[in-house]
């Protein structure tokens, strides 16, 4: 072995003899002075304190801390001036570990180069006064610079450790309430001439981040983990957090903030930035009060999304929020339906209005370029807002041009079913949002509808080449050019609504429609679903989850209608009238009929009345005044009105009657007799009987050289009635042409015909010249023959001798 190595190794066996002799010294002096360290470590943490930091104890370790000497302190609490008021202790630490320098404590100087806490918590408390227990950590004032230069130099943590630190900051004053559970934070601080610099490893559970406790906490119970740049800029007194990527949840962020401490109270901003990070997870980020309503709605494709938190330590309520989402060709869920393609950038504020405050009623979404299709209906909103969350109000222009087969899936199969035909519409509108429902609207615009074809299927009415103008003027609708068509039917209408968009959801019981309605021909054959009950569509189905259908279908149910009727033809059957007018008024009770006049059989016949809906007919009540018709022409129309035994072949004149009757119309338009109830009081004026057998039977033998052909009345007149299919004929005097009588008795409509006729046998052309009462006098001298009319074996009336009418009497 070479005489130099020989040395080497002497030399540092020597060394290594030294270290350990050193260490040995320095494990029995810091053992046998662990009380002056003591006080030494507590005498330096307290440089800058103003408060009470007691110290359980201390033990060396010194292998741990190679070079240094690390100790332990144990049972470590801090405590602010004012603790017997509050009981909030800033600092409670079972282990904390400080590295030292241990050449300076051989020179009576302690120097920390680490400091790891575990096992700790740390409750910053201020109270409603702004008193805070961090008054501990008070500044000092400044030296002069040979004052500072000549004193010792202050305390620099070099690194730190932090494990299972529980953190409160808790501001009575201000509102805000922030905890974590520090997993691990390690970092390294560096000192420059003027603050610090700081780079940490963080893991910490965000147990809340609540900067206005009314309104809850951001990032609640959310895990934050990641690297922190932190500076201090001493001259400015503003700490920075460089923007880092982060992991809040499962998600990334970049978070950047500054805080502002030369103000008082201190002003922050934290700017936060996700890419691709899904609605659910962004929502559940932030506070109840926002979250709540965003989660009423989703996307399916993640999105951009930035956001801004402004505000202060202090008192003065929310920070300033600011929230902008970009979102591109996504799906879009809401409580009214889905809505594909969608884009639009998304913005949230709660300072809409400069100067009003951060609240909730100065919160707004704005939407802009918003682009969708709603049940494949294609739409666009330039600008659309809602603000004022504690009394919402939406905002917007909604354009869109479409197929209007497409509002099939909307409005519900059960409802309208629309074949052909487009929609075009264009509407600003403002209205108050209750449950993501409009209140009180305030629409501008038009919709316009042309050459539609449509079937309401709750009285299966079809119409084709339909039209129409809708006029949106606030809270009143207007409707014009409304052309309807049904089989030969055209009716052209106008109308109006008042108030119309308010009472829509809100009490659609309330809602009048006012119609004008005219028409050059009206077939009622082609509207018999209207005496249908209208079925109660209770449910309507749609392919969508929206509720348009449903309160569409209940406006129908509930609505009003008052409705002027002018018709130049009206066909039913064999019935035509001309020149028709009426006021109708349409409710969920049925048909008021008022004013209604028509002209018919060269006459006229006016009539009001009422119509009820039930499930298999329509009851009627009705008034009617028939003036000047011709007969013959009535019985056309009216098909006999049911009668057998005569026809309008049989019958002719001119009729006056008044007519107060109630009854039942089939679902098919066809009078139910068997419900007829009522009075009939008639005058036929130049009237004849026609051809009427069951007399001509009668004459054969009773008055065989008389013309029973063709019998006439100057002036007829009577009363009838009308009991089911019965018909009680009032007693009355029948003067003729060709014979007197007395008639009295029931008619029925199916059996139980039973008519008295007295009959004298005295030609009544001998009294044509004598008085009025000479004739009356006269007609019933001489031989009366008493008959009676009853049904036939064969269902015909027979007329017959009345063997029964001294038994009757």
């Known amino acids: 072995m070479p005489n130099w190595f020989k040395t080497v190794l002497k030399t540092l066996l020597v060394l290594i003899i030294l270290f350990i002799v050193a260490f040995i010294s320095l494990a029995i002096y810091v053992s046998s002075n ?69 050449l300076a404590l051989f020179r009576g100087a302690v120097e920390i180069n680490k400091i790891d806490i575990a096992d700790a918590s740390a409750y910053l408390y201020t109270d409603s006064t702004g008193y805070t227990n961090t008054t501990v950590f008070r500044k000092k004032a400044k030296k002069p610079a040979t004052e500072a230069l000549s004193s010792e130099s202050s305390t620099e943590i070099k690194k730190m450790m932090l494990k299972n630190v529980k953190l409160v900051v808790n501001n009575e004053k201000g509102n805000k309430l922030f905890q974590f559970l520090v997993t691990k934070l390690e970092g390294k601080v560096d000192y420059p001439s003027e603050g610090w610099k700081a780079r940490l490893d963080l893991d910490v559970m965000v147990n809340s981040l609540a900067f206005n406790t009314r309104r809850g906490s951001f990032i609640k119970d959310q895990r934050l983990t990641g690297p922190f740049d932190v500076s201090f800029d001493e001259e400015k007194s503003i700490i920075r957090v460089a923007p880092n990527k982060l992991k809040i949840g499962v998600n990334d962020f970049v978070i950047g903030a500054t805080f502002n401490t030369s103000k008082d109270p201190t002003a922050f901003a934290i700017n936060i930035r996700a890419n691709q990070i899904s609605w659910r997870n962004a929502a559940a980020l932030l506070a109840p009060n926002i979250k709540q309503r965003l989660d009423q709605f989703n996307l399916k494709n993640p999105i951009d999304v930035k956001c801004d938190i402004v505000g202060n330590m202090g008192p003065g309520g929310d920070p300033n929020i600011s929230v902008i989402a970009d979102v591109q060709n996504n799906v879009l869920r809401t409580p009214g339906g889905v809505v594909d393609s969608c884009s639009f950038r998304g913005m949230y504020t709660n300072n809409f209005f400069s100067g009003r405050g951060l609240s909730d009623e100065n919160s707004a979404i704005k939407l802009y370029n918003f682009k969708g299709s709603y049940e494949k209906i294609p739409f666009t909103i330039d600008t659309a807002f809602i603000n004022n969350f504690k009394a919402p109000v939406a905002t917007g222009v909604v354009r869109s041009r479409f197929d209007i087969a497409k509002l099939n899936a909307i409005v519900g199969e059960e409802l309208l079913e ?131 259908g449903r309160d569409l279908n209940n406006v129908f149910n509930k609505s009003k209608v008052n409705l002027n009727l002018a018709v130049d033809k009206i066909y039913y059957k064999k019935f035509l009238a001309t020149d028709a007018t009426a006021q109708l008024y349409v409710s969920e009770q049925g048909i008021q009929i008022k004013n209604t006049r028509v002209k018919h059989a060269n006459g006229s016949i006016n009539v009001t009345g009422n119509l009820y809906q039930t499930g298999d007919a329509t009851r009627f009540a009705i008034d009617a005044i028939v003036a000047n018709a011709n007969v013959k022409s009535l019985f056309y129309g009216f098909d006999n009105f049911g009668l057998q035994s005569i026809t309008y072949k049989n019958i002719s004149g001119n009729l006056f009657s008044k007519v107060k009757l109630n009854g039942r119309i089939s679902n098919r338009g066809v009078l139910m007799p068997n419900s007829l109830s009522g009075l009939i009081a008639f005058n036929l004026k130049n009237g004849a009987l026609l051809n009427f057998q069951p007399l001509i039977n009668v004459g054969k033998f009773a008055f065989p050289l008389r013309d029973l052909n063709n019998i006439t009345f100057s002036d007829l007149g009577g009363a009838l009635d009308v009991r089911g299919e019965k018909i ?67 269902g015909k009336i027979k007329i017959k001798l009345n063997r029964n009418r001294k038994k009757d009497k």
């Open 34 to 102: 662990k009380a002056s360290i003591l006080a030494s470590v507590t005498r330096e943490l307290n440089k800058n304190l103003d408060g009470s930091l007691v110290i359980g104890s201390m033990e060396p370790t010194l292998l741990s801390g190679l070079p240094g000497i690390s100790l332990r302190l144990n049972n470590v609490e801090l405590k602010d001036k004012r603790w017997n008021e509050h009981k909030h202790t800033l600092l409670q630490a079972k282990d904390i570990r400080i590295t030292v320098n241990s």
């Open 418 to 548: 629309f074949n052909s035909g487009q929609a075009d519409l264009n509407l600003t509108y403002s209205a108050d949002l209750v449950d993501l429902m409009l209140r009180k609207p305030y629409f501008t615009g038009y919709v316009n509808i042309k050459n539609a074809d449509v079937n309401y299927k709750p009285r299966n009415l079809r119409f084709k080449n339909t039209g129409i103008s809708l006029k949106f003027t606030g809270p009143d609708l207007f409707i014009s050019d409304l052309r309807l068509q049904s089989g030969k039917s055209v009716l052209l209408m106008e109308g109006s609504i008042r108030n119309f968009l308010n009472l829509y959801y809100t009490a659609p019981e309330k809602i009048v429609l006012n119609w004008n309605v005219k028409s050059p021909q009206l077939h009622l054959g082609e509207f018999l679903g209207f005496l249908n009950a209208r079925p109660n569509v209770t449910q309507v189905k749609s392919r969508g989850k929206g509720t348009f």
């Open 728 to 794: 009680n004929i009032r007693p009355m005097k029948i003067s003729s042409s060709v014979l007197n009588l007395d008639v009295a008795g029931i008619y029925a409509m199916n059996k139980g015909t039973n008519i008295t006729m007295d009959v004298p046998l005295r030609n009544p052309k001998k009294d044509l010249g004598s008085s009025r009462e000479e004739q009356l006098e006269n007609r019933m001298s001489g031989i009366v023959l008493h008959l009676v009319a009853v049904d036939g074996e064969d």
